[in-house]
């Protein structure tokens, strides 16, 4: 079956640090991913995407590595802020336009 | 920048009333969703929509669930005999395309079941 799960429940770091926040799946057919971050009490925020014919893609602070050979993904943030603090997930998009979403890390960035 | 708007913010119901969620997707938007999520866990589909008619569900939208889309601006979720674990919460999304890509979500309804 096809899943998309997380790593490490909780990240704590401090402000100014990269996080780096790690995710595998297990449907090699996927071919599209993104990343949400989601604020206390709010919908998922789109963060990131990136497509299985890439490796990486680079965004404002915010990176997503795409390692195929092992199923995993990696969202990296630079410079973490108290306002990185949130919950992240992956997400696998399926051909028919629905998230498959990962159970979520909790990053906490302390000042 | 345009938003999807849910109502209400939280909602508390007794087990076996009904309740009917409320969702103002973008306006050029053609493709709508329902996701929900149980506290502390992910984020589960449960629906998509489109020309009317529902495109996709999950098993978890079972018979006690439907969507409409009454008028050309509202989406609604109707849950007809709530339970104890569907309380959750229940977000609303929107696309142009059948893509996640452009997805907005809305900030979401919490449901409470008592």
């Known amino acids: 079956g096809e899943s998309v799960g997380l790593h490490l429940p909780t990240l704590s770091v401090q402000e100014g640090d990269n996080s780096i926040i790690n995710c595998a799946y297990s449907n090699s057919a996927s071919d599209y991913f993104i990343w949400y971050k989601q604020e206390s009490g709010k919908g998922p925020q789109f963060i990131i995407d990136?497509?299985?014919?890439?490796d990486k893609r680079q965004g404002q602070r915010v990176t997503v590595l795409l390692n195929k050979t092992v199923k995993h993904l990696s969202l990296q943030i630079a410079a973490t802020q108290p306002g990185d603090s949130a919950v992240y997930f992956c997400a696998e998009n399926t051909p028919e336009g629905k998230l498959i979403f990962g159970q979520g890390t909790e990053l906490s960035v302390k000042p | 920048e345009p938003e999807v708007t849910q109502t209400p913010s939280h909602q508390v119901t007794q087990m076996g009333q009904e309740v009917i969620l409320r969702c103002v997707p973008i306006?050029?938007?053609?493709?709508f969703y329902w996701y929900r999520q149980i506290l502390g866990q992910k984020v589960e589909f449960l629906v998509s929509?489109?020309?009317?008619?529902?495109?996709?569900k999950s098993e978890i939208f079972d018979d006690q669930f439907s969507v409409e889309r009454p008028d050309g601006s509202n989406f609604t979720l109707k849950i007809r005999s709530t339970k104890l674990e569907d309380s959750a919460m229940y977000f609303c999304?929107?696309?142009?395309?059948?893509?996640?890509?452009?997805?907005?979500f809305g900030s979401g309804t919490r449901l409470t079941v008592v």
């Open positions: 990136i497509r299985s014919n890439m």
């Open positions: 306006s050029n938007h053609l493709y």
């Open positions: 929509f489109y020309n009317n008619e529902i495109s996709e």
């Open positions: 999304a929107s696309s142009f395309i059948q893509s996640t890509y452009g997805y907005t």
